[in-house]
């Protein structure tokens, strides 16, 4: 059941995800209404509220690459070192994420690509206000409803194009180095 809930915002439209973040987050909503009433935390319509409709469609796609490289890890590694008296912490800081280091930047680093495109969530959640909630998705898409905003939309396009692909080249850069400090 939690394998499920967390995959879904993968196979749901976003726009569905973000109403039901706006169901769950708004200001009547239950989880809203708590953080609303005892923190004074209001997350639809805000920059928090972009940030995390951005996280909840990332989040199952880091899921999946960090989940895909702890289960290529050799059990026998962690069960060599448990024999030897490592205990559960330090099998996991001295064994599994150093293993796991380079598919956990990978989730990451797709999390972060795929967020700068987030269009769905957002403006379903967090809305479209200039300043506050304003994404680059939204903002290429305010330039194209403005006649004349080709050129606008095609800077921002450029912006996003440099900033995602300095991602995907650091990722590549940092998970080699990775790799060879581990040996492989």
Known sequence: M???LVHLPLVLPPVVTGWLLLLLFGVRGPLGALLNHFFGIRLAFT???AALACGVMV???MVRAVRQAI???DPGLEQAARTLGAGRLDRFWSITL????PGVLVGVTVAYATSLGEFGAVITFAANIPGETRTLPLAIFSALQVPGGELAAAKLSAVSLVLALTGLLLSEFLGRRMNKAAGR
């Open 71 to 73: 289960d290529a890890i």
């Open 59 to 61: 989040f199952p796609i």
């Open 98 to 101: 150093p293993l796991a280091g």
């Open 47 to 49: 920059t928090a509220g």
């Open 2 to 4: 939690l394998h499920a």
